[in-house]
């Protein structure tokens, strides 16, 4: 017999609250500036998609069938050929790819896909992106923040997510530590899922994939690689991402999402080809944000912060060795909106999270402001 649904606990009874929802009166604070917000606090691209995609989205539009889960041939084929030319990616084969509704999507129900439950362990990085946390306690899976391989106990990893560049700080993983995490889990059978969704903006020095011939030796068991077109292909409200490597792990995912229904539309599909197949428009988007970034560095640095980290990625990490949410209000006096670091965890208490994804008009506003603080 069903139980009622008034003795049920919620499935988000186990879950955090959601972060942003925590900002709602330092943001009416900011957005009471005389010259209105600028709101550098979430990572949502603001310009233009290109026409390319546009195009390609508009004369899929008429397709009245059902998508398929595992994507479309041109696709698969586009992501492999992307990978390889612009990241140095080589072997995949194109059965090892599988479209996303949004790497979000795909990060939140990966344990869960997997088959993960309470005898598993994720291990997250200790700042990290809210979701790979969310994802493992939505299987109902034990959580560890560490940013090393050891101190697990006897208990042995089922997953480990490594995110580089980093979310939120922007910190590059060199090839050295991103082959030592994946030789670890290999002795071990732990999957490793690389978040590699800021992999195109990189300013100062390469990143790496964990799927590069140099990381893993041309040999992808146990490793998952995620892309997003969100943030050079302003892709966010399209919903387009996907996840590759192993192909043993893909199609296990591939299976269970299937019966689930997890079906990215095809209109969707056909403009995450068209994103892939062309590179100019990621090119014209990586120097957009790099003429923010460079004008919103000086701004944060000439107002006494300092910026850590910070290399790659679409925001600067920045302190000045106080209670995040001081920081926080104080950006909110000059209109400006902000993250506090401790939503990616403890080690975030004292910093705070800035993105670029503004216009160069808000940008040039927050610039002014901080130059008269």
Same mark, same amino acid.
């Given at each position: ?177 991103? %082959?030592?995490? &994946?030789? !670890?889990?290999? =002795? *071990? +059978?732990?999957? #490793?899922?690389?978040? $590699?969704? /800021? ?125 995040? %949410?001081?920081? &926080?209000? !104080?950006?909110? =006096? *000059? +209109?400006?909106? #902000?993250?506090?670091? $401790?939503? /990616? ?29």
């Amino acid at each position: 017999m069903p139980v009622a649904t008034s003795n049920r606990i919620p499935r988000a009874a186990g879950l955090p609250d959601f972060p942003w929802d925590s900002l709602a009166d330092v943001k009416a604070t900011a957005a009471s500036h005389p010259d209105g917000i600028v709101n550098l606090s979430v990572g949502t691209p603001v310009d233009p998609v290109a026409p390319v995609v546009r195009d390609a989205l508009h004369a899929a539009s008429a397709e009245p069938g059902y998508p398929a889960t595992v994507g479309t041939s041109a696709l698969r084929a586009a992501a492999v050929a992307a990978l390889e030319r612009r990241y140095g990616v080589t072997g995949l084969a194109d059965d090892a790819v599988l479209p996303a509704i949004g790497t979000k999507e795909m990060i939140a129900w990966l344990p869960t896909l997997l088959g993960f439950g309470s005898d598993d362990l994720v291990v997250i990085p200790e700042l990290a992106y809210p979701t790979y946390e969310v994802g493992a306690l939505l299987a109902h899976s034990s959580v560890v923040r560490s940013d090393d391989t050891v101190g697990f106990g006897p208990q042995r990893p089922s997953m480990i997510f490594v995110n580089s560049p980093s979310n939120p700080t922007g910190q590059v993983l060199g090839e050295a530590h991103l %082959r030592k995490v &994946v030789d !670890w889990a290999r =002795e *071990r +059978g732990t999957i #490793v899922v690389s978040d $590699e969704c /800021y992999l195109g903006l990189s300013w100062d020095g390469p990143a790496l994939s964990v799927l590069d011939p140099r990381v893993c030796g041309g040999d992808f068991t146990g490793l998952l690689a995620v892309h997003s077109l969100s943030k050079t292909s302003n892709l966010a409200s399209y919903r387009a991402g996907f996840v590759t490597g192993d192909s043993a792990l893909v199609a296990e995912l591939l299976e269970v999402r299937k019966h689930a229904g997890m079906m990215v539309p095809y209109p969707i599909q056909a403009a995450m080809t068209a994103a892939l197949s062309d590179d100019e428009h990621e090119n014209e988007q990586r120097e957009r944000y790099r003429r923010r970034r460079q004008s919103l560095r000086s701004a944060v640095s000439g107002a006494g912060f300092t910026i850590d980290h910070s290399e790659a990625g679409l925001y600067l990490w920045a302190t000045r060795g106080e209670a995040c %949410r001081d920081t &926080v209000a !104080w950006f909110a =006096e *000059r +209109g400006i909106l #902000v993250a506090p670091g $401790e939503f /990616y965890g403890p080690r975030g208490s004292k910093h705070v999270r800035i993105a670029l994804t503004a216009t160069d008009e808000r940008i040039d506003a927050a610039v002014a402001r901080l130059g008269s603080n």
